[in-house]
């Protein structure tokens, strides 16, 4: 069975840093895209970064320079560090894995982050 | 990339046709996936590669388009498909439409 487990969300003052984890068990991680998609409250999706297989990372323009996404793989563990956080930041986080092509089918069941002082 | 999604929202019943247009700002090569999202869960990948069914998703569910126009069509409503629809293109950076709420009429 396929997990993607989202932890390391919660409060934090505008300016002020997370780092989200996502463990992922059920499928080959080490070849595997991986994504970090957010959804603020009552909002939309918003796709926010992507790590490729080769190392290659890509980031939505608002969080370029300030989030960094990498991998463990083996820990078969995806990170989103998140420095200088905006209210606008606060969203639930879902990490995801991204298939070229095939787009994004398995993903977790999310984690909080608020940014508010 | 820009995706356009229209309605934003619909009301339906049980048994209609129901069809939503996502429409890029430049072509995506068909690059082009469709998720179900309910109130407080993960989206659920349906379609991809803008026509291929899902493996396990109902064949009620069909994607077409090309270039730069997409539709997702859902031939019968069922009770568990009123839901939020969003399209996505994977052609370049990823980006989402803004959403179809799909309503009980």
């Known amino acids: 069975e396929v997990q993607l487990l989202e932890s390391g969300g919660g409060l934090v003052q505008p300016g002020g840093s997370l780092r989200l984890s996502c463990a992922a068990s059920?499928?080959?991680?080490?070849?595997?895209?991986m994504s970090w998609v957010r959804q603020a409250p009552g909002k939309g999706l918003e796709w926010v970064s992507t790590?490729?297989?080769?190392?290659?990372?890509y980031y939505e323009d608002s969080v370029k320079g300030r989030f960094t996404i990498s991998r463990d793989n083996s820990k078969n563990t995806l990170y989103l560090q998140m420095n200088s956080l905006r209210a606008e930041d606060t969203a639930v986080y879902y990490c995801?894995?991204?298939?070229?092509?095939?787009?994004?089918?398995?993903w977790g069941q999310g984690t909080l982050v608020t940014v508010s002082s | 990339i820009q995706l356009t999604q229209s309605p934003s929202s619909l009301s339906a019943s049980v048994g209609d046709r129901v069809t939503i247009t996502c429409r890029a700002s430049?072509?995506?090569?068909?690059?082009l996936a469709w998720y179900q999202q309910n109130p407080g869960k993960a989206p659920k990948l349906l379609i991809y590669?803008?026509?291929t069914l899902q493996s396990g998703v109902p064949s009620r569910f069909s994607g077409s388009g090309s270039g730069t126009d997409f539709t997702l069509t859902i031939s019968s409503l069922q009770p568990e498909d009123f839901a939020t629809y969003y399209c996505?293109?994977?052609?370049?950076?990823?980006?989402f439409g803004g959403g179809t709420k799909v309503e009980i009429k």
């Open positions: 995801a894995r991204t298939v070229p092509v095939g787009g994004t089918d398995f």
């Open positions: 059920g499928f080959t991680f080490t070849t595997s895209a």
């Open positions: 790590l490729t297989t080769d190392g290659t990372t």
């Open positions: 430049q072509g995506i090569n068909n690059y």
């Open positions: 590669a803008a026509s």
């Open positions: 996505q293109q994977l052609n370049s950076y990823p980006s």
